[in-house]
Nanobody, 119 residues
Framework: QVQLVESGGGLVQAGDSLRLSCAAS????????MGWFRQAPGKEREYVAA????????YYPDSMKDRFTISRDNRKNTVFLQMTSLKPEETAVYYC????????????WGQGTQVTVSS
């Protein structure tokens, strides 16, 4: 089992940058594909970014690929999400998630960290 704890959220202004962190415990992340998701009140959970367990390949929706960067430091057992040019509509709780290699779905989730973007 892996436990995930997000941090780094807060209140920022539109256009600002923010870096989120996801610290893992219970297992090493070097065998896990990691993802970031977000969910605003009354809306569905939205995929934000992913980084493969096997290397540095990353994936983003088109609306985020030019502004968001996911990275990982397996030695520190930590995953990051660097966000730039934040928009008010991106206000949400941001979640870190993990899935072991070979798994179809993300298995483990953090409690989330609130990101609020004001205009």
């Amino acid at each position: 089992q892996v436990q995930l704890v997000e941090s780094g959220g807060g209140l920022v202004q539109a256009g600002d940058s923010l870096r989120l962190s996801c610290a893992a415990s219970g297992d090493s992340l070097n065998m896990y594909t990691m993802g970031w998701f977000r969910q605003a009140p009354g809306k569905e959970r939205e995929y934000v970014a992913a980084i493969l367990w096997s290397g540095g390949n990353t994936y983003y929706p088109d609306s985020m690929k030019d502004r968001f960067t996911i990275s990982r430091d397996n030695r520190k057992n930590t995953v990051f999400l660097q966000m730039t040019s934040l928009k008010p509509e991106e206000t949400a709780v941001y979640y870190c998630a993990a899935r072991f290699r070979g798994r179809d779905e993300y298995e483990f989730w953090g409690q989330g960290t609130q990101v609020t973007v004001s205009s």
